[in-house]
């Protein structure tokens, strides 16, 4: 009898890990693109338990060079009714231009976490020209400053100086 309470506990103690395996997932910003935007490719990693992995290598896509990526990580837990679930996830996002246009594809990428190897979708992305002359122009530079030249600020130049 004695045994059957252990495989009981056992089970209810090695069930939930077993369940909260690892999920890799993978998207893309768009699937059709003009020649003057940028391609957002995203892999995320998450798990209900810590995990150790390194950095992905950016995928080679044809026709787009790659640009520059970022990486962020994030936790939560939560406990509701006396029960702890945590959930630990990590990001990976690359930024590919265009080179030209066309069809292309994100080839599937291969991950290994704790010597188990998980792979992505692939992606099939469109290129197509771009209409206009606005959207090949880069954006104005924006003043995150200009809301704090009002002259009647105490701290504006001429506030300091005396003048009124």
């Known amino acids: 009898m004695k045994h059957s309470y252990i495989w009981c506990l056992m089970i209810l103690l090695f069930v939930p890990w077993l369940l909260g395996g690892i999920s890799v997932k993978a998207s893309v ?7 003057a935007e940028r391609l957002e490719y995203t892999i995320e990693v998450s798990s209900e338990s810590s995990f150790s992995m390194s950095e992905p290598s950016p995928p080679s896509i044809p026709n787009f060079s790659f640009v520059n990526m970022r990486s962020s990580s994030s936790s939560s837990t939560s406990i509701v009714g006396f029960k702890r679930t945590q959930r630990i996830s990590r990001s990976f996002v690359y930024y590919f231009m265009p080179k030209s246009e066309g069809k292309s594809k994100i080839p599937a990428q291969k991950i290994e976490i704790a010597n188990k190897v ?13 209409v206009g ?4 122009q880069p954006s104005p530079a ?4 200009a809301a704090f030249n009002d002259p009647n600020l105490p701290w504006s130049a001429n506030r300091i100086q005396g003048k009124t």
């Open 29 to 35: 910003n768009k699937y059709t693109i003009t020649s």
């Open 118 to 130: 998980y792979s992505t979708p692939e992606f099939e992305i469109t290129v197509v020209k771009a």
């Open 133 to 136: 002359g606005w959207q090949s």
């Open 142 to 145: 924006i003043d995150p400053f």
